[in-house]
């Protein structure tokens, strides 16, 4: 009876085997700079209580860059989970490459305001201190997202500096703003407080005022190309988790409360 025993103990090890590694997927993300930092700390923790692998491509939420995440998808790179500002995926939802039902809002993301380490950081306490800080300063930037989107078509603007920021002030593709400050090819930055946090060289003064401020929202959805969208559901749910939090608030981020609408 030892014989029959022993290979069917062999068979059963074999097929428990084959259950596990088949429950492990391989999850492809798309997500833009917003939560960058954060899911980069938070990834290898889903990573070890899933045993999916995370295999993750970077980009910019909108635009036409070589790496923006609607061009992404376009090429037909692989994709389970987007992570990117909300209104864009809302476009993606009504074009139908992201499951309507899937969209989970994460968190909420204030612009933030650099300059170079060590520089003399401007007023910015009010709309006004803004606006004399953008004249005074000789070189802006801001990013090719939502933030730089904002920061130039309605804040320049309301400010009433539009034609003053012409010629001095201009949009970053695809680098992070940050890098461009530090490297002292512009005197300010701005773009979401969670983008500008990851990069060395720069201080943050602080966030724009209440008046000035644009909140950004970041939310996940299922690619409708997806190959592994319950392994992808699994990590949307883990980024919104209470295991989330933390890493989150340190890399400048405002979590939503799950079911909230926005």
Same mark, same amino acid.
Request: aromatic content about 2%; cysteine-free.
């Given at each position: 009876m030892r014989a029959p %025993?022993?290979? !069917?103990? !062999?068979? *059963? $090890?074999?097929?428990?085997?084959?259950? @596990?590694?088949? =429950?492990?997927a391989e999850v492809h993300v798309m997500i833009s700079g917003g939560l960058t930092a954060a899911y980069k700390a938070l990834v290898p923790e889903f990573e070890r209580k899933t045993g999916h692998k995370v295999v993750t491509a970077f980009g910019p939420s909108m635009g036409t860059t070589t790496n923006a995440i609607p061009v992404r998808l376009a090429r037909g790179e692989p994709a389970d989970v987007l992570i990117m500002v909300g209104y864009a995926l809302g476009d993606l939802i009504? &074009?139908? #490459? *992201?499951?309507?039902?899937?969209?989970?809002?994460?968190?909420? =993301?204030?612009?933030? $305001?650099?300059? #170079? =380490?060590?520089?003399? #950081?401007?007023? $910015?306490? =009010?709309?006004?201190? /803004?606006?004399q800080a953008l004249l005074a300063a000789k070189s802006v930037a801001y990013s090719d997202s939502a933030s730089g989107v904002y920061v130039s078509t309605e804040m320049f603007g309301k400010l009433g500096i539009a034609d003053q920021m012409k010629d001095?002030?201009?949009m970053i593709p695809a680098t992070p *703003?940050?890098?461009? /400050?530090?490297?002292?090819?512009?005197?300010?930055? !701005? &773009?979401?407080? @969670?983008? +500008?946090k990851p990069v060395a060289g720069i201080d943050i003064v602080g966030p724009l005022p209440e008046p000035l401020q644009k909140i950004t929202v970041f939310s996940a959805g299922i690619a409708t190309v997806s190959k592994e969208p319950e392994a992808?559901?699994?990590?949307?749910? %883990? +980024?919104?988790s209470p295991d989330a939090h933390d890493a989150l608030v340190k890399s400048g981020l405002d979590p939503i409360a799950?079911?909230?609408t926005h």
């Open positions: %025993f022993r290979t !069917l103990t !062999l068979a *059963v $090890i074999g097929a428990l085997a084959l259950t @596990s590694a088949a =429950s492990a009504k &074009q139908g #490459k *992201v499951v309507a039902d899937s969209r989970v809002d994460l968190v909420k =993301s204030p612009i933030g $305001i650099a300059v #170079k =380490s060590g520089a003399p #950081k401007p007023d $910015i306490g =009010s709309a006004d201190t /803004v606006k001095k002030a201009r *703003v940050g890098e461009i /400050v530090a490297k002292g090819e512009a005197e300010i930055g !701005l &773009q979401q407080i @969670s983008e +500008l992808g559901k699994a990590l949307i749910s %883990f +980024l919104a799950a079911g909230a």
